[in-house]
């Protein structure tokens, strides 16, 4: 797969690193920008505050599938019904909230667990294909919580990630009876 991710700091980067392993083509804009056009999937990993400076600023993004990874850290802005709605606004195409629930700092451990860390994730329909592939191929077990409706419940759900403790340094798991 082509990726383009928009943010190349701890999340971007790290994610790239990741999916490069995993024998994908990825580029990294910063925040001079830059072309998405030859993407297949999108990454968003700025920060929360910064989507639309940050969008303004790639070319090509018409109707792209996009990952939105943002946080609403350390506090939420603007009017858009989710960061993920924004991001949607930008690129008008199929939008996936998905990597704002684990830690960048945990990102070189991940395969390192007993079992695959869990990755919450929302999505409109025809974005659930590439963000499970691509969940997977950073070494998470994608779990579904609900459409891009809830991406606002998914960004709010971070607020109590954040209270478990020690604070960046957990994975998680659900898993059926029986499959733990
Ligand atoms: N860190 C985590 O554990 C974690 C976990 C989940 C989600 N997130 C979320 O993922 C997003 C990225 O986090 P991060 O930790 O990867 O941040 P980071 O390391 O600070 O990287 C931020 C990236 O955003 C780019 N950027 C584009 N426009 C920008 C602007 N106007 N101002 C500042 N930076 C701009 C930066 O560009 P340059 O390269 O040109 O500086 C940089 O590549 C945030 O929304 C964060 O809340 C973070």
Same mark, same amino acid.
């Given at each position: +797969?082509?990726?383009?991710?928009?943010g190349r700091g +701890?999340?971007?980067?790290?994610?790239?690193?990741?999916?490069?392993?995993?024998?994908?083509?990825?580029?990294? &804009?910063? %925040? #001079?920008?830059?072309?998405?056009?030859?993407?297949?999937?999108?990454? !968003?990993?700025?920060?929360? #505050?910064? =989507?639309?400076?940050? $969008?303004?600023?790639?070319t090509g993004l018409?109707?792209?599938?996009?990952?939105?990874?943002?946080?609403?850290?350390?506090? %939420?802005?603007?009017?858009?019904?989710? @960061?993920?709605?924004?991001?949607?606004?930008?690129?008008?195409?199929?939008?996936?909230?998905?990597?704002? *629930?684990?830690?960048? *700092? +945990?990102?070189?451990? =991940?395969?390192?667990?007993?079992?695959?860390?869990?990755?919450?994730? !929302?999505?409109?329909?025809?974005?659930?294909?590439?963000?499970?592939? &691509?969940?997977? #191929?950073?070494? @998470?077990?994608?779990?579904?919580?609900? #459409? $891009?409706?809830?991406?606002?419940?998914?960004?709010?759900?971070?607020?109590l990630l954040m209270?478990?403790?020690?604070?960046?340094?957990?994975? @998680?798991?659900?898993?059926?009876?029986?499959? $733990?």
């Amino acid at each position: +797969m082509k990726i383009v991710t928009i943010g190349r700091g +701890m999340i971007g980067g790290g994610l790239a690193a990741l999916w490069r392993t995993a024998g994908h083509e990825v580029t990294e &804009l910063g %925040r #001079d920008g830059g072309d998405a056009s030859g993407a297949d999937v999108v990454l !968003v990993a700025v920060p929360g #505050d910064k =989507i639309s400076e940050a $969008l303004s600023a790639v070319t090509g993004l018409e109707g792209k599938t996009a990952i939105d990874a943002t946080n609403v850290l350390p506090a %939420r802005h603007g009017d858009f019904p989710s @960061y993920a709605h924004e991001v949607q606004s930008f690129t008008r195409g199929p939008v996936a909230k998905s990597f704002n *629930m684990n830690f960048g *700092m +945990m990102l070189d451990k =991940i395969r390192e667990q007993r079992v695959r860390p869990s990755n919450w994730y !929302v999505a409109d329909d025809d974005a659930r294909d590439v963000t499970e592939q &691509l969940i997977r #191929d950073a070494g @998470y077990d994608p779990v579904r919580v609900g #459409d $891009l409706s809830r991406a606002r419940d998914l960004e709010n759900a971070v607020w109590l990630l954040m209270g478990v403790q020690p604070v960046g340094r957990v994975f @998680y798991r659900f898993a059926e009876a029986g499959q $733990l």
